[in-house]
């Protein structure tokens, strides 16, 4: 995992003018299979990062940001993650179950989500439940503004120790291409890295919703961002950067403790994140 700082700020500022998404949907169906020694009785979404749940420090920036329409999809470990959501949050959040978890990759659990919004005609953001990030990368993340573009998070590039979702991009910041490899490719060294943020504008949720349905009729064993990998023509979209931010994602016991290690770093100097 590379190393960032939060004390040093060169990301662009945000226009205090724009707005949050509409609606947020969180997947936090999966098994967490790499981090199966840590999960087998917790699930990964509720792992200690700084003395609370993972995806505790997410659901209260989203709602802190003023977030109206929340949706978590849950499946593995579903009453122990339930319990939690509903103790802390009451009906500020939305529960749904995706009872085909254990086959599904996360297109299925997308789609319920969205499916679950009050209005998805509006725009959603999707975010995966494993996302640590500081405030201010989580303000960068939540503002979209009048929401008509859509856009995927990114933080550094791809490379041997940074594989998974990556975009190619223009000078401008539009995504040209997207792929998925999990196998290091050096054909991709230097692409932008994915951290598991796409907000969808509404002028593209009419195309992400059937494109995802037309991809889960064939399969449900593949990420959510597919229907954008084999179609990006029809879904125009951006990469919004997070600069040198503090942001980690973790899917191994290795990576979930450097990140533990490092937000107990930042708390033990007094840095806010």
């Known amino acids: 995992m ?30 967490g299979t790499r981090l199966s020694e840590l999960t087998e009785t917790t699930h990964k979404a509720l792992l200690p990062i700084g003395g609370q749940p993972v995806l505790q420090y997410a659901v209260d920036r989203v709602l802190d940001a003023g977030v109206e329409d929340v949706v978590v999809v849950t499946g593995s470990k579903a009453a122990t993650l339930e319990e939690f959501l509903r103790a802390r949050y009451s009906d500020r959040v939305t529960l749904v179950y995706n009872d085909r978890f254990a086959t599904d990759t996360n297109i299925l659990s997308t789609e319920i989500g969205v499916g679950a919004l009050r209005r998805p005609e509006e725009g959603y953001m999707i975010i995966e439940a494993d996302l640590v990030i500081e405030r201010e990368g989580w303000s960068r993340v939540l503002e979209v503004g009048s929401g008509s573009d859509s856009f995927w998070v990114t933080q550094s590039v791809y490379g041997v120790n940074r594989t998974g979702g990556a975009v190619r991009t223009d000078v401008a910041g539009n995504v040209r291409d997207i792929v998925y490899s999990n196998s290091y490719n050096p054909a991709y060294d230097g692409w932008r890295k994915l951290m ?49 931010l503090f942001a980690r994602t973790f899917n191994d016991a290795v990576t979930y403790q450097q990140t533990a290690d490092e937000v107990s770093e930042f708390e033990r100097l007094g840095i806010a994140w």
């Open 196 to 244: 598991g943020v796409l907000f969808v504008g509404p002028n593209q949720v009419a195309n992400d919703r059937r494109l995802r349905r037309e991809a889960i009729r064939r399969s449900i064993g593949q990420y959510y961002m597919m229907p954008w990998v084999e179609n990006l023509g029809s879904l125009p979209c951006m990469a919004r950067d997070l600069g040198d």
């Open 2 to 31: 590379e190393a960032s700082s939060p004390l040093k700020k060169t990301t662009p500022a945000i226009d205090a003018a724009q707005s949050p998404p509409s609606g947020v949907v969180f997947l936090a169906a999966g098994r």
